[in-house]
């Protein structure tokens, strides 16, 4: 597995046939990560890249990610991602099909910025912030569901979509079940130490 968390790919360099920069001749992808984590930067500007498959137990996405993957219109993402970082897709400019997973609860600044090909996003439930211009110039965006508790932080610039807010019962069964089980642990009587006696 190389740095950037590559599982799929395998290289070979041979004298003296000239080094070519890999993100310059790759298309499609699957990434695993390094400790649920796809490392900052670990595909910034990989022009040719057309589609990408983040493996499941990927949990954050770093920062800048896939920043500037000009070609990028397909990206699979796993059902335990809970962080999207700051500017991880922004300047995808051909992005059109990427699902937000349930378990999401964070979209960070610039997140989507300039992903001129985006039509439609759904906000997970879960989520709890959408950072400042996560979807700023997504132009061709014609409609955004979002939780009615999702804090927006003006994510939305120059961007002409139609802004709907539903009900997030997921986040409040969730919430209601870890007030079942505080109360619960509330409850249960404490653990104490008992004196053995001691023996001649």
């Known amino acids: 597995m190389t740095e950037s968390g590559i599982k799929s790919m395998k290289l070979e360099i041979l004298p003296p046939v000239p080094q070519v920069e890999i993100r310059n001749t790759i298309k499609k992808i699957e990434v695993c990560g390094i400790d649920g984590v796809i490392l900052p930067k670990s595909f910034w500007g990989w022009g040719d890249l057309e589609e990408v498959t983040i493996g499941e137990g990927v949990t954050e996405i770093g920062e800048g990610a896939f920043c500037l993957c000009k070609s990028l219109r397909k990206v699979i993402l ?3 991602l809970k962080k999207i970082s700051p500017r991880s897709f922004e300047g995808c400019y051909s992005l059109r099909e990427i699902e937000l997973p349930a378990s999401l609860e964070e979209i960070g600044y610039n997140a989507f910025s300039w992903c001129y090909d985006l039509k ?5 439930p879960l989520v709890e912030f959408i950072g400042y211009d996560a979807f700023f110039r997504c132009t061709s ?5 979002i939780p009615d508790d999702t804090f927006v932080d003006r994510a939305f610039g120059e961007c002409d979509a139609k802004i709907e807010k539903y009900r997030s019962l997921e986040k409040a069964k969730k919430m ?4 079942i089980t505080d109360i619960t642990n509330s409850h249960l009587p404490q653990a104490s130490s008992t004196s053995l006696p001691q023996t001649v």
């Open 120 to 124: 439609e996003m759904t906000v997970p």
């Open 176 to 179: 209601r079940m870890q007030a």
């Open 141 to 145: 965006l014609e409609r955004v569901l």
């Open 78 to 80: 796993p059902p335990t």
